[in-house]
Nanobody
Framework: QVQLVESGGGSVQAGGSLRLSCTASGMFFSAYCLGWFRQAPGKEREAVAGISQASKSTYYADSVKGRFTISRDNAKNTLYLQMNSLQPEDTHMYYC???????????????????WGQGSQVTVSS
């Protein structure tokens, strides 16, 4: 069965960097569009970044454009989110998602149905 395992979260000071990783198993990785989403307590989940199967198309939320970079290594079955110039407003639980159809993630939409990771907490202190 499909499993997505995230790593790389943690606590950093404002201006710092983190790289999130999401490693997939039980799926033909290169056939899926992939995305990163985030959610803070009491708020709705929002799209952060998305990437198509061969990395031809990407999506970034305006709030992270120029600071975050989404990438994938299909040979390693791994999705990445490089986060630079982190700010306190980036404090969220971050989730990776595999989009089985429609590639909604490259339009900034939440895919449904989708496979989700367990989430990785990112905390940025001022």
């Amino acid at each position: 069965q499909v499993q997505l395992v995230e790593s790389g979260g943690g606590s950093v000071q404002a201006g710092g960097s983190l790289r999130l990783s999401c490693t997939a198993s039980g799926m033909f990785f290169s056939a899926y569009c992939l995305g990163w989403f985030r959610q803070a307590p009491g708020k709705e989940r929002e799209a952060v970044a998305g990437i198509s199967q061969a990395s031809k198309s990407t999506y970034y939320a305006d709030s992270v454009k120029g600071r975050f970079t989404i990438s994938r290594d299909n040979a390693k079955n791994t999705l990445y989110l490089q986060m630079n110039s982190l700010q306190p407003e980036d404090t969220h639980m971050y989730y990776c998602a595999a989009d089985p159809s429609g590639c909604a993630v490259v339009r900034g939409n939440i895919p449904s149905p989708a496979y989700w990771g367990q989430g990785s907490q990112v905390t940025v202190s001022s």
